[in-house]
Nanobody
């Protein structure tokens, strides 16, 4: 079982930066570093979409949505059970609720996740 909680959302102007954090609590004999992790977002009136994922362990292979490539960076600190999303050059279209998620397995298979946080709101003003 993995419980996750996001933080770091807020309102910034176009072109600004934000860093989202997600702290995980892992029970049932597993460890944080054994789980694929990811960030997702849902804008008003739109479906939830995957933003970025990172595989388990130290190697941490990553994938990004086209909208995030070159601007967002996903990373994880396994010693702190924490996932990050560094977002730069933010645009109004990045406005959304951002969710942290974890998969049961180590390797991320697309954007299929099993455990979800409640989200943190990011608002980009023009």
């Amino acid at each position: 079982q993995v419980q996750v909680m996001e933080s770091g959302g807020g309102e910034v102007q176009t072109g600004g930066s934000l860093r989202l954090s997600c702290v995980a609590s892992v029970t049932g004999g597993s460890r944080y570093d054994k789980h694929c992790m990811g960030w997702f977002r849902q804008a008003p009136g739109k479906e939830r979409e995957g933003v970025a994922t990172i595989n388990a362990y130290g190697g941490g292979g990553t994938t990004y949505a086209d909208s995030a490539k070159g601007r967002f960076t996903i990373s994880r600190d396994n010693a702190k059970n924490t996932l990050y999303l560094q977002m730069n050059s933010l645009k109004p279209e990045d406005t959304a609720m951002y969710y942290c998620a974890a998969a049961r397995g180590a390797r991320c298979g697309g954007y299929n996740m099993d455990y979800w946080g409640k989200g943190t709101l990011v608002t980009i003003s023009s």
